[in-house]
């Protein structure tokens, strides 16, 4: 027999099926460690199964050769050819898992890189996500000081305002379109004599000229905002009041008016004042002439008095004559007591001063008025201050003062009533207060009443000097005179009538001189 042996083909086939078995354990154990090591890594995955794969495969297909040889060569290849088919079975079916492994590798590759970058994306996602969470934390943060921050201003601001709505002298008002109010301070209130419950008022309800109130609309309505506008208004406590009122409208979003909001400020004190003042010069002035008036009529007077009386001696008493001449007196002494008090008035009367007691004058006076003032059912309080300090004055003049106050508080109470008269003093003033509960003096006329020859009492039953006569007296003595009507009650501070006048004295001074 010729040729070549098989006996090196057969062993290295039989090494090398035996080296295969033994490979694929040792790739088997080795892809074991990896996918241990990294459990969530895809091609330590799929080596772990491909290497499983493998070793079956190789045993297959190892223990096939081996068997294979050891059969044939050992002359039982019969059994081999029964064999074979398992064998061919095995490996074929070995082979299309392995192979059916390494055709899913790209599939399951591609999908494990796809998982793996939507993971990365994820990641980095969750990493923005982490980031945009930190920073929105940190602009919460941020957005909660800033919000404590604002509302903290927000706070003082609203205080503030509070503070100057609420204690502001004037009037700081808020209304709706028809004028009802919606909100006013507690100056507001006080000073309209208003109620808590002012929501019910309506402020257009209270110009007294309606002249003005359409002004105020018409210029609100045209302008948007009115200022200085000089109103006269009525509270509900019927106290006339004299406001400067500056306003603005409020507007809704489409621009119409929907209300307004306004401050107004209380001229009431200050108009009086002025208007004091020009009754002060308007006095000075009638005084002037009254003074004038009268030098020149007391001359002529006096001559008809005197050639009077002397006529009288030449006519019988009883005769028509000697009466018209007794008339003719009469009169002619009234006019000489009228030009009296125009002199009084205007000051040009002499004057005997001295330190003299106020307390001790009221009660001479009262010693005298008292009787036929309690005829009357008038009641005479006296509330003196006892250490009453003395003031340089006319003494006669000063009894005139308080004669014609308490005659006027008789004329104002004609059912009866109460005269309270207090003294006070202070370092250097004293006051005297004459109040009685008569009907009080209508607003109208409350800055005429010192005015000459200005009465509300009936022809023949005054001359309208006794106020004036007063003032001026006053005025000499370097004091003032003032009225209040109507009155507050002290107790209930409710509003009473009545009169009151005040007035004040300089106390005596160790030059009098200065007071004249």
Request: hydrophobic share 40%.
């Amino acid at each position: 027999m010729t040729g070549l042996s098989l006996l090196p083909a057969i062993i290295v086939e039989f090494v090398g099926s035996a080296l295969a078995i033994i490979l694929a354990f040792i790739a088997l154990a080795y892809a074991r460690a990896l996918a241990k090591l990294q459990p969530d890594n895809f091609i330590w995955g799929f080596l772990w199964y491909f290497s499983i794969a493998m070793a079956a495969f190789s045993i297959s297909r190892g223990v096939g050769h081996i068997v294979r040889i050891s059969l044939v060569h050992s002359g039982n290849i019969e059994t081999w050819y029964k064999l074979a088919p398992f064998s061919g079975g095995f490996n074929t079916m070995l082979m299309i898992s392995v192979a059916a492994v390494i055709i899913y590798y790209h599939k399951g590759l591609a999908a494990y890189k796809a998982i793996r970058t939507e993971a990365e994306k994820l990641a980095v996602a969750n990493q923005k996500l982490a980031s945009n969470a930190e920073e929105l934390q940190q602009l919460n943060s941020g957005l909660e000081t800033i919000v404590e921050a604002r509302t903290r201003d927000l706070s003082q601001s609203e205080k503030k305002f509070r503070n100057f709505f609420e204690n502001s002298k004037d009037i700081v008002y808020f209304c709706d379109i028809n004028g009802h109010i919606t909100n006013i301070n507690n100056s507001g209130l006080k000073m309209l004599g208003l109620s808590e419950h002012a929501e019910s008022i309506n402020f257009h309800e209270l110009f007294n000229d309606p002249a003005v109130l359409d002004l105020y609309l018409t210029t609100l309505r045209e302008k948007g905002f009115i200022s200085d506008l000089e109103m006269e208004c009525v509270g509900s406590d019927g106290v006339p009041r004299h406001l400067l009122l500056s306003a603005n409208a409020i507007h809704d979003k489409r621009g119409n008016i929907i209300g307004c909001e306004g401050i107004g400020k209380d001229m009431t004190r200050l108009k009086t004042i002025t208007e004091q003042l020009i009754n002060h010069e308007k006095m000075a002035s009638v005084g002037e002439m009254a003074a004038g008036v009268a030098h020149e009529i007391n001359t002529p007077l006096g001559i008809i008095l005197g050639y009077t009386q002397l006529m009288l001696d030449d006519f019988e008493s009883g005769t028509d004559t000697h009466e018209n001449m007794r008339v003719i007196e009469r009169q002619t002494k009234a006019c000489r007591r009228i030009v009296a008090d125009l002199l009084k008035f205007s000051r040009q009367s002499e004057s005997v001063k001295s330190c003299i007691n106020i307390n001790t004058i009221i009660n001479d006076v009262l010693s005298v008025t008292e009787h036929t003032l309690n005829i009357n059912k008038i009641e005479i309080i006296r509330t003196l201050d006892q250490t009453l300090p003395d003031v340089f004055g006319d003494a006669e003049k000063i009894q005139q003062v308080f004669i014609n106050l308490f005659n006027n508080a008789q004329y104002a109470m004609p059912e009866g009533g109460k005269i309270i008269v207090t003294t006070d003093h202070d370092e250097s003033h004293i006051k005297i207060c004459v109040r009685d509960t008569g009907s009080g003096i209508p607003a109208t006329i409350i800055n005429k009443i010192f005015n000459p020859f200005f009465t509300t009492k009936e022809v023949g039953k005054g001359t309208g000097l006794g106020l004036s006569v007063t003032y001026g007296i006053i005025q000499e003595h370097g004091g003032s005179i003032t009225v209040n009507s109507p009155l507050s009650d002290p107790e209930s501070n409710e509003e009473i009538s009545g009169a009151e006048f005040q007035i004040i004295l300089p106390i005596k001074t160790l030059n009098p001189s200065t007071l004249l």
